[in-house]
């Protein structure tokens, strides 16, 4: 019994399914989403930016290009979900509903998005502070507290291109003696076509690269030079200046050939990458970044008032509280809140603070920290005995106070204290300004307040790196990797928008 004749004998009312047949639909791009997607509320958040300057970049003569309006929403969205490659944000132009809205059935290339998005680099900061001044008109920025910290994101560049000045000048040196051997080498009349190829193509290779260390060698030269201005300026929230760098200890000092402008940095897990710094300033409502900053080393605690005005300056408005790990803190930046008065109150550790209670310094001798000041500016030993001011002398920037025991031959301490006849200390004319800001940290209302600082400003970055997968940078060189962060933040601060303030956005009255 043959099965399939059987089945075809059999009636059914199946309606007709013909995958050759041509089919033709009507496509109305608004009825692609649903009135409350993403995508929607990120149309509505662009069609409220201010774009004049990306305008003044284009001409009127030429090919006309896509509307920038239009592709800055594709950007947006697309950093809102995670996408940053171009091809990805292509491929999704082409066959996804949600870009397919936005780019309204124009399909862009990678090559297209990606020179938008370098083109116009140097706006994205001015974009970034109003899409923070709409967060601020939707009631989603508290102005309590104001939490900074920073992260570092590898560079798009090989660790292994890792170079220093000497390693670049002997590997000039190893390609001029290879080239010589190269034009010095007899060739035989005799010599095959493929052999010939190979020899040329090597030489040309090797011409290539030492012209491109060439190059570089000139960008490392310039590149020493930046850090050592930038290294004697930063004097400002530093402990103390230090000496000046050797010419041999200059020498030593790596960049990476591939993108020469990232620095290399440690990474928590110890690694030692080309890298840039990330910092960004959160507000403690909904974890809104109000300010970026990308720099070129660690955290530093030259870093902290800038982030903190360009917050102030991106929302119009003060902040309550201002919450920073010891990367941050010093006794230049104490003594600078304390001389500029500022309306923040700030809760910033330093190192010392971190380390105290530890095991003590000097060969277990006890630390400044262990002598206290009266309310008459009088210094007092561990043992409670009274110190004697003998002088005051410059180092470096800082002035310290030099005082000695007055009790020290008598007192039961002494070899916890120091093995000289009398001990002797030197204490920061500004160590006023720590003991004011431990004293803070350490009160009940300190410690609750700063207990605030990491879940606020953490789960930003742990956002960036698990959930988006921002690990390595796309773009190289440090504006496009500043760009970048702003792209990112932008992303954040749209994410706040889409879960907390779409009912104020599409409210009528909203202007």
Not at 61 to 90: D, Q, T, V
Not at 261 to 281: E, M, T, V
């Amino acid at each position: 019994m043959d099965t399939k004749k059987d089945i075809n004998k059999i009636k059914n009312n199946f309606r007709a399914y013909d995958q050759e047949q041509p089919y033709w639909d009507t496509i109305y791009i608004k009825k692609l989403l649903e009135s409350e997607h993403p995508a929607r509320i990120i149309d509505t958040v662009v069609e409220k930016l201010n774009l004049e300057k990306l305008y003044k970049e284009y001409r009127h003569e030429g090919n006309p290009p896509y509307h920038p309006k239009m592709m800055l929403k594709i950007l947006f969205y697309a950093y809102y979900i995670g996408i940053m490659s171009c091809r990805k944000m292509w491929n999704a132009v082409m066959y996804r509903s949600d870009f397919i809205y936005l780019a309204a059935g124009q399909v862009p290339n990678f090559r297209t998005i990606n020179s938008f998005r370098k083109r116009h680099i140097r706006q994205l900061p001015d974009l970034f502070a109003q899409v923070v001044m709409l967060c601020v008109n939707l009631d989603l920025v508290g102005f309590k507290y104001l939490s900074v910290d920073g992260e570092t994101i590898k560079a798009n560049a090989n660790f292994q291109k890792n170079k220093s000045k000497a390693q670049v000048k002997k590997e000039l040196e190893r390609l001029k003696t290879t080239m010589e051997k190269l034009l010095k080498q007899d060739i035989p009349e005799d010599e095959p076509e493929e052999i010939k190829e190979w020899r040329e193509k090597r030489e040309r290779r090797i011409k290539e690269k030492y012209k491109k260390l060439e190059g570089l060698k000139e960008t490392l030269d310039t590149l020493v030079e930046e850090e050592e201005s930038k290294r004697e300026n930063r004097i400002l929230g530093a402990e103390e200046e230090r000496p000046r760098r050797r010419e041999s200890d200059s020498d030593k000092v790596k960049f990476n050939l591939t993108d020469p402008q990232a620095p290399i940095l440690q990474h928590k897990d110890s690694r030692i990458l080309p890298s840039y710094q990330h910092q960004s300033a959160a507000d403690g409502k909904y974890g809104v970044v109000c300010a970026v900053q990308t720099t070129r080393r660690p955290d530093h605690p030259s870093d902290l008032i800038p982030i903190v005005d360009k917050a102030k300056e991106n929302t119009r408005r003060d902040f309550d509280f201002v919450l920073a790990d010891c990367a941050f803190g010093s006794l230049g930046v104490y003594e600078r809140i304390e001389k500029e008065k500022r309306n923040e109150e700030y809760y910033v550790p330093d190192e010392r603070y971190k380390i105290r209670g530890r095991k003590k310094e000097n060969k277990g001798k006890y630390p400044q920290e262990s002598f206290t000041f009266d309310e008459y500016g009088g210094l007092y030993c561990p043992a409670k005995k009274p110190m004697k001011w003998q002088g005051r002398y410059k180092q470096f920037s800082s002035k310290k106070d030099i005082y000695y025991g007055t009790g020290c031959g008598d007192c039961k301490v002494k070899k916890e204290c120091t093995d000289a006849e009398k001990r002797i200390v030197g204490i920061d004319i500004r160590t006023k300004h720590r003991i004011k800001m431990w004293n803070r940290l350490d009160s009940q209302w300190g410690r609750y307040h700063y207990s605030k600082r990491g879940p606020i400003i953490e789960n930003v970055h742990g956002d960036d790196q698990k959930n988006r997968n921002w690990i390595q940078h796309h773009l190289r060189g440090y504006q496009k990797a500043e760009g970048e962060f702003c792209l990112i933040r932008i992303g954040t601060n749209l994410r706040k928008i889409v879960k907390y303030g779409k009912e104020m956005l599409f409210n009528t009255n909203y202007n």
